[in-house]
């Protein structure tokens, strides 16, 4: 076989994945002999080529796999400055029950925008902003 056979080859290699979440994070358990997914712990397990998985992947959640961080903080949602963080929660139609998840007495009498302003103004004064971010990687993926 030639290297750039070699190479194609690699590609079309399966991969395993959870058959259940279509997580690719498959552990060995050495001691019991069993493979199990390493986010839903589910042992049933298949295996597809790359693309397969990638487009059974997108079908299922609507985005393409991304690794997991342990620290929601390296997650593009803490990287965002405050005003596009602002123009992120106008854009959602779930702006409101945003807000109300953080302020559940938060007054209703308010428009959007005006809604928004106060919003920030009070998570900024009541140093909540991480809460907020936390609550917005719920909504903005990648
Ligand atoms: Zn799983």
């Known amino acids: 076989m030639s290297e750039q056979e070699k190479i194609n080859d690699y590609d079309s290699e399966p991969i395993a994945f959870c058959a259940k979440c279509f997580s690719p994070k498959i552990i060995h358990e050495a001691s019991i002999d069993i493979d199990y997914c390493g986010d839903c712990g589910c042992s049933s397990i298949k295996e597809a080529t790359v693309e397969e998985w990638d487009r059974l992947y997108e079908k299922k959640y609507g985005h393409k796999y991304v690794v997991k961080s342990n620290d929601p903080k390296r997650s593009p949602v803490f990287k965002l400055p ?15 029950s945003i807000i109300l998840s953080l302020y559940p007495r938060f007054p209703g009498g308010l428009g959007k925008a005006d809604s928004i302003v106060l919003f920030f103004d009070t998570i900024i004064k009541d140093n909540k902003l991480t809460d907020f971010r936390l609550k917005m990687m719920e909504y903005i993926k990648g």
Not at 82 to 96: E, I, P, V
């Open 82 to 96: 405050l005003n596009k963080l602002m123009d992120k929660l106008f854009n959602l139609k779930q702006w409101k």
